[in-house]
């Protein structure tokens, strides 16, 4: 079915977002750095990043590019404080970055619902636009009304709020996104924190990826550890950490998050984890004690790990204007096509390895996309249909090597 067509996007904004996204590349790159001093914080280290606290516990986050054992991580060292498996299967869904396709996933999530084929996950992830997704389908399948109408209502351009190129080259980004911390307070409210603590309780997990901008960093979040907390700190955190999560660097303000190293404190950086990881869905997220098929004493399915990537795959061939920001625009959405291709590889790579079955669904090539930060209603809507289309159908899934 061809796409529907849409209205076009506002008249600066593609030109505006594709210089967003070049000024996201320029800034990981910089962020090469072991140790920076930014805006007058403190500087500090990756040992003294990696050994700090955060709210006064060190249990909030971890490092999985410096951390070896993330079951222990996440607490699940003693194989009883494992979930059950009341379909006999552990499932992991990892939510990708891609703005406003995001809304393909939200579709897909509610289409799975509807055909009876959406699994109680008990690991869900999220990067950027799929850590918005992710705490929601986490607490429980009757989030979804509110997934649609976040995706679908026009909500994402009223939070970003008008471009203005003049603050950017003096502040922190083009956007100024002073809605989006009334946002999240409408969104993760108490209940919501609550439903995600008693979630963590029975052993499932809720892990949110940001990027520590200082140190370029991947940085994935115990939501449900957190939420555990039960404190309004701890509500605060958890919105921080979402709104950390959403921040693309040069796009949207960054989020700064305390932490401390026995008696030194700092304030981080923190961004959209897109930087540098475009999901996260580790095969180290599924404990060994799965590893000979069995668990609380009986036999299990094999683990599976559904990856939905709010993105092509690949991209169709389109004439580029030969002008600074459209093609630096082209250049960056392909190097980070290019960066999601090489990490889908190497998932799908790692978790045949390790015995783990995997599904990825992405966006057809066919469709007709938009830029990163346009997120037009119509398009978002179209986009949400497809892939509620594509579950229903049975045509979302795809396994093995990609073609």
Sequence with gaps: MAPARTRPAPPLRPALAALARALLLALAAAGLAACVTTGGRQTYSLSQLTASEVAGHDDLRFF????????????????????????????????????????????ALKGLAQAGALPRYEVVTGVSTGALIAPLIFAGAHHLPLIEKMYTDGSFARLVGPPNL??????ASIYPGTEIPGFMAQIVDDRLLREVAAEHARGRRLLVATANLDANELVVWNMGRIAALGTPQALELFRAVLRAAIAVPGALPPVE????????????????????????????????????????GRRVARPRLDVILHNQIEAPARPVEATTIKLAGSSVANLARTAMQLLLDDTIRRTAEAGIDMR?????TDWRTVTTLDFDAAYMRATFDLGHRHALDGALWHSGPRR
């Excluded at 194989?79 to 990892?94: E, H």
């Design 64 to 107: 999985p590019r410096r951390q070896t054992d993330i079951v222990a991580a996440l607490d699940w060292a003693d194989p009883a404080a494992l979930p059950d498996l009341p379909d006999g299967r552990f499932d992991v869904l990892a939510l990708s970055s891609g703005g406003p396709d995001g809304s393909y996933g939200a579709g």
């Design 166 to 171: 003049f603050t950017a080259l003096g502040g």
């Design 257 to 296: 998050i305390a932490s401390a190293n026995g008696e030194e404190a700092f304030r981080e950086l923190h961004g959209d984890a897109g930087v540098v990881a475009y999901f996260y869905g580790d095969e180290r997220l599924v404990p060994a004690a799965l590893a000979g098929r069995r668990h609380g």
């Design 360 to 364: 990825y669904a992405f966006v057809p």
